[in-house]
Structure formats: C-alpha cells, structure tokens
C-alpha cells in the first residue's frame, strides 16, 4: 500500500469516529441517573460504546475506501489480484475481537455482582404486578400498601416480585433496573435510589389487553419523609 | 450444451403431465379442483371425529366450537387440501400396493403458468413457488407493519383498539419469521443449491413439493385468525405462556400455524442435508462446495435440531388451553419459565436460521462481483460451524431479566458475547475480498454490501444486548425493535434482495432492470435506516416495546419514525414492479451474466430442465477469479480436466 492510500484511510476512519462519536454524544442517550446501580450500568454502556466506536470506525474506513476506490466500469471485465487469505490477519481478528468482548464481559460480570448485592439493613418491599396496575407494601411497616412506590433515598432497597396472574415486568428507566415477575416466583431486584424526585414505572412484557397502560411512579423521598409517610396507617 | 437444452425445448409436452381428463373425472384429478372438495371433506370427518367422541364420552358440549376449529379447520382440513392437491398420490399408491413409476417425471419442470399450482417436483420451479409465496406473505406483513406505524404516529389511540394492536405486530413478526425470512431463504436454496452440486434434482422430489404446499396453509393460517372472534393471536410472536393460554380463540391458529410451517421447515432441511451429503458431482469435496452450499448445510443441521423444539412449546400451550395440562399453568403445578426456556432453546438459533443463508449468497455475490477469491474460504466455512455450535448454548440471554437462576446470566453472557468472534470473521473476510477488487456495483453488490454494513451495526447493538447489565435497562425496550430489525431487515431481507437479483437472471432468463433496482436498493436503504436507527434511542431513553400507547416525550420521534416507514413501505412498490415487468419484457439473459464460476451459471438461463446433460466433473475451488486458467468444474464440451487439476483433487 502507498503512504498516501495509508493516510487516506486514517483519515476516514478519523472522520467516521467523529461522526459515531457525535451520535453518542449529542442526543441524550439515557434517562437522568437516580440509582447507585444505574451510574454502574451508565459506566458498562459507555465502556461499550467506547469499544463499539473503535470497531465501527475501522470496519467503516475499510468499507468506504475500497467503494470509493476499488469501483470499476461495468464493461470492465478484468479481474482482482488472487488473494486467498492471510494467516496473520485473520489470527489478527480473531483474537483482537476475542479480547475485547472478554473485556466487556469481565466489567459486566463485576457490575453485576455489585448490583446484584444488596447493601447494609435493606428496606424490603412486596411488588406486585397483576392486569393492568400495580402496588405495593412494606413488610417492615406493618404491612402498609401503596400504589405509587414510595423509596427513601440512599438506602438499599430489596424488591420482591409478585405476580398474581401473568408475566409483567418491572422498570424503572431511571434506576435502570429491570425485573420479570413470573407467577409463581418471588424473584428479587436490588436497588439504591440516590436522588430524589418521581420517576416513571412501566410494565414492559406484554400482559394483555392493558399493558400499554400499565403504568406507575417511583416516589424517591428523604429518609424523614419516607419514615413519616411510611408510619403513618392507611396508604 | 446449448442444443441439448433446446432439444428439451422443442417437446415441451414429452416430459409434461399428461392432460387432465374431461367431464366429471376432472374432480378426481390431482389438483386445485380435487382441493376444493377434499378439504371441506375431511374437514367434515373432523368434526364427525369431535362429535363422536365427544358424544361417546358424554362431554357436554358436544358441538364445541373451540375443538371443531382445531381438529377440523387447522388439522384435518388442510390434510384434505394436501390429498386432494396430490402431494400424496404417489405415497398412497405405493402404500396399497398399486402400481408406481419411481423414475415418473410427469411432475417435472413447467411449461404454462398452470404448472406453478400443482405438485411439482422440479427443485427449479418449487424454488419459485416458494418465492412468489413468500413476497406474497412478506408483502402481507408489511401492510401490518404500517398499520402498526400509523397507530403509533401519535400517541394516544388512533385507530384500533389494544387487542387489535397486540394482533397487528403479533401476526406481523410471525408472518416475517415463519413465512417469509426463513422460507424464502429455502426457496433461493431450492433453486441454487442442487445446481451449484452439480445435481440434476433434490433428493427428495416429492418430499420437497409436500414442504413447499405446507407452506400457503401456514401463512393462511395465520393471517385468517384476524376474522375469528376475539381477533388475532395477540401475545407477540414469542406467544409467552401463561398469557397465551388464556387469549382468545385466534391464538391456536399461530399454534398450528407454527406447527405447518416448521413441519415444512423441517422436511426441507432433511432433503438438504440429504442432497448436500450425497449428491455432489464427481470431484466436488466439501471443501470445494460454495460457501452457500455450506451455509445451507449448517442452517439445515440448525433447523433439524431445534425446530422441534418450537413445535413442543406450541403444542404444550395448546394442550394447556384444551386439554387443561399443566405444563405452564402455575395453578396447576406448571412452571412459566419453562415455555421461555423450550421457546428460545429454538428461537436463538432461529435467528441463526434466518441469518446463515444471507451470509451464504453475501460471499457468492460478493466475490463474483469483486472479481476476487473469498477471502479465508476454509475460514469462513469453519465460523459457520463455530456459529452453529455455539448457537445452542446462548437461548437464555433473552431472559437475562425474565427470573431464571441467577447464575446462569454470566455463562449465557460469556457465550453470547463469542459468538461475536466468528460473526466478525465473517464480516472482515468480506471486507478483505472487497479490498484491492474489481467491484461492480450492479443491483445484488449494492444489497451485498448494504447488508455487510447494515449487519455491523446490528451486530454491534447485539453487544449492548449481550452485556447483562445494559441488557436489564434495554430489554424488551424499542432498542431491542431497533437491533431485530437491523439483523433482520437489514441483515436477511437485504441478502434476500441480493439473492433474488443476482439470480433473477438464472431462475427467468431475463434481465432485471437496473435501473430500478438500484432505485430499489437506494430507497430501501435510507428508509431503513430513517426508520429504525431512531428506535435504538427512544429505547434507550425510556419507551418499552410492545406498546400502542406511550409518553408524549416520545411523539417527535415517534412520528418521524412513521413517516420514514411509509417512505421504507413503498420502496417495495418500485421492487414489484422491476419483477413484473422484467420477467415479462426483460432483455432475454445471458447463461453467466456475472462470469460467475459456480456451476449455476455455466448452463443455460433459465437452466434445461434436469439441470445438466452430462454431470459435470469439479476440478477446482469455486472463487478462483484472478486465477489464470482455473476452472471449478469441467463440463461437457469444455476441455478435459487437465493433469494438475485431477491431481489437486
Ligand atoms: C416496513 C418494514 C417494517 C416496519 C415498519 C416494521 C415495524 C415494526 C414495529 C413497529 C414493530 C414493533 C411492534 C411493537 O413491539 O409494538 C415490529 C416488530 C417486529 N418486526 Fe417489524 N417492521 C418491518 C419489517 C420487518 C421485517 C422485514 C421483519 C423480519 C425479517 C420484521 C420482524 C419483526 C419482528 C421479529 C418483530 C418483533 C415482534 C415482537 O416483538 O412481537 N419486521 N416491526
Ligand atoms: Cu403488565
Ligand atoms: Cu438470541
């Protein structure tokens, strides 16, 4: 290859980074953050698309070069040089692509573990989900029910998962946390809200008829407040 | 060559069926008219079957709809059609011992357009019938999908009502997977792969006609289940149990929908492997068999194995709802997860299904239109299989977030995120046949290579999905609608294009014009991606999928994406009308018009009607372009295989 070939390439592949990276960048990619778990899950999906940019940028250069300069006239009918292949190149991207998804997979596995870990003294909550609504109650508040989910802030939570007829599942895109809840089972989601304010609770697996609409809010409160509301009797 | 081929030309009625007769035997005669009777007949046996026993058995109601519709309507009904069609004369004779002609090609090749609507048994024309079904039901399933985009343009509800939403995206996906992506790629392989092996048919003729007339009695299926009460199967094409066990009556119809179309599925993968494994030409190793040969051959050992597996998950739901087993009903012991579990041990490799044989007609088009060797032939050919194996061992990454054991999250993410390593063997080794080539960028190249980049992206939000953590806040999220379709669309349905242009020429002996199928191609690409690059975002940012209704801080884009799917929608327009016209006035096509080597093109376009006249003898590898002198087969009339090559065999 001619330096000048070399060079043209680079700077393809500059400019196709730039653009990926303007993409990432500009629009706003994820909900605001309001779990400790979610500025985690915030650090995997950047540290992807970090990884992601690099290879879309080369597969880019490559693709874009060779349109541009291998093309031909259709009443070309000569043919391109013999290559069959390259022993080291393709040990190349065999490997370099092996190492980088084990990166990835290694951060996930930490994140996860952490995630999955709940912290000191949890608040237990019962979610249950049934068509088309959901509520709530805190065993440790002698049973108090809700219908909105109310969290003190910067304690650890515990959700377990109820589901009186089919699958729902629990989101709350702010806390980028996500549950299934499978009649039957009692599976359980951990989560550290650390900023207050109401965020959105969606159902997102198709349960009928209302799933569009089964919708909710997260209250995240100061421990005083939580503690207030939460001592109080009736919901 | 060529004068054999009109010899075969000039007696058209010699191989032909014999014509029908006149009168009243006509009704006896196998075919559309037989159909129509035989299967209102055994429909009525059907339901004689239900009632008798339901009579014997003193179950109250004794005429109860829900069993009449499917033991009559969606089981012994379409047997009827499929007796009275034919596709069983042939076996029923040889059963009671009447005379069979095992060497009868009555069935063989057409010579009206009335031979597209009977049994046929040429792998050629069950290839077409395949495709026709197949854009049939594509184009049935994109009319969906609009409706479903209208409905989204605003939030709020527009024009359906919520069941009838779940209906329109349920049928929608189910008609794109089970009866277009998946049988159109064995239509494309029906026609090529026999060819490309030097073989004069299938294997199994009468087997592959029955496969293809399975199909029509899916896709009718499916779609009629909009007319019976309480609408369309509406629980997503994943049909999650126990929520498709208590949906009203259309559901079953995606239950044995399912069952006709895999059945089909199956059987065509059997005659595959069968043909792959022993009816190569002379000299044709299987390390000399075209990487779409060998993409075939793994998607095949795919569908064989894991087909089954949907067809139980169907069935198990359908004898919860009927039969009041327990196989997913909590109440009565059963275990939800299980149906996610038995579901997508199939459905993964599914999706392997319906992407392999793009890869396959990716490395065919893009090598003959590079004027270059496949880069990594052997490479390429052994990611295949690395993809194959590893496919089964991934299913759960779609329940990262579905209550499965904890523990198994970080093994199915460690294997899902490998699959990545053959998935990018495969890309670059495109890349690097493109690279230093001669590249034509006539319509199938434009698809080639669209669908390389198309699949890029794609695979790399597929990364995103792998890795659990991000994988809990996107899933089941547009972001996820977003990945499906730049793997599906831009990934399946683009290599289908390729495939459907660059053997155009093959399968009708007529030119396309290129014109419109490079207006074809550009439309459809920036539509694609106008449609579904946005979704990765409103994913992300919060919208869930599934959903006729959503926040208003999804609107703008939400109505952007619309009408970019109206754009996406009438592309196919231009597509339709390149097809109609071109196969009727079409400048008559060249035997190779791309100089391609495979054996395909080294017979007349269309081919003679057993493929070749003499079998042909492979000397040589099949991308040799650049090679001086090198062939991949000899055939009769060409000069014998010379010394290197018998000696390189
Ligand atoms: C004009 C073209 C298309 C448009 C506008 C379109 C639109 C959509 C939309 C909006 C959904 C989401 C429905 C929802 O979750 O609420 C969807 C789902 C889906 N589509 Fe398409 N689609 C198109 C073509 C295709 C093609 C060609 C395929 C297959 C090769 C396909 C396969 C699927 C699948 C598998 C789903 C998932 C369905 C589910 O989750 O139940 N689509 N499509
Ligand atoms: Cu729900
Ligand atoms: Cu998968």
Known sequence: ?235 | MTTLTHEHEAHPGRQGPAPPPRGWRRLLYPGLLRAAWMAPLFFGIGCGIVVLCRWWGGWQPIWFGEIIVLVGALIAGPIGFLAGIGAFDYWVRYAIGSPTKPEDHSGHGAYSWRDYFRVNTDHKVIGIQYLTTTIFFFLAGGLLAMLVRAELAKPGMQFFDNQTYNGLFSVHASLMIFLFVIPAFAGLANFVVPLMLGAPDMAFPRLNALSYWLLPIAGIMMLSSFLVPGGAFAAGWTGYAPLSIHQPLGTIFFNMGVQWAGASSIMTALNFLVTIITMRAPGMTFWRMPLLVWANFTTSLLVVIATPFIAGSQFFVMFDRVMHTHFFDVAGGGYPLGYQHIFWFYSHPAVYIMMLPGFGIASEVISAMSRKPIFGYRLMALSLMAILVLGFSVWAHHMFVSGMAPWLRVPMMITTLMIAVPTGIKVFSWLATIWEGKLNFATPMLWAVGFVSMFVIGGLSGIYLGAVPIDIHVSDTYFVVAHIHYVLFGGSLFTIFAGIYYWFPKMTGRQYNEKLGKLHFWLTFVGFNLTFFPMHLIGTQGMPRRVSDYAPQFANWNLFISIASFALGASTIVFLYNMVTSMRRGAPAEANPWRSLTLEWQVSSPPPIFNFDEIPQVVGNPYEYGVPGARHAVLNGDRAATETEVRSR
């Not at chain 1, 065999?94 to 990166?103: D, G, I, M, R």
Request: glycine share 8%.
């Open chain 1, 1 to 235: 290859m001619r330096r000048g070939s070399i060079v043209q390439l680079i700077v393809i592949g500059v400019l196709a980074g730039a653009v990926a990276s303007a993409v990432a960048l500009i629009p706003n990619w994820l909900p605001s953050s309001a779990s400790r778990e979610a500025g985690r899950i915030d650090f995997v999906f950047w540290f992807v698309t970090g990884i992601c940019i690099f290879v879309f940028s080369i597969v880019a250069a490559v693709s874009v070069y060779s349109v541009w300069k291998f093309r031909v006239k259709p009443d070309d009918d000569s043919d391109g040089p013999p290559i069959h292949g390259h022993t080291g190149l393709e040990i190349a991207w065999t490997a370099v692509p092996a190492l980088l998804v084990t990166a990835i997979a290694i951060v996930s596995a930490i994140v996860l573990a952490k995630d999955d870990a709940a912290g000191a003294n949890p608040l237990r909550v019962n979610v249950y989900a049934q068509q088309f609504f959901w509520s709530f109650s805190y065993p440790g508040y002698g049973d108090k029910k809700s219908d909105v989910l109310r969290l003190p802030v910067n304690r650890s939570v515990v959700l377990e998962g109820h589901s009186k007829d089919v699958i729902h599942s629990f989101w709350v895109p702010e806390f980028r946390q996500k549950q299934d809840l499978v009649p039957g089972l009692t599976p359980t989601l951990h989560i550290t809200p650390n900023k207050v304010g109401t965020y959105p609770l969606i159902c997102t697996e198709l349960c009928g008829l209302g799933h569009a609409l089964m919708r909710s809010r997260v209250v995240v409160m100061e421990p005083a407040a939580f503690d207030k509301w939460a001592s109080r009797k009736g919901a």
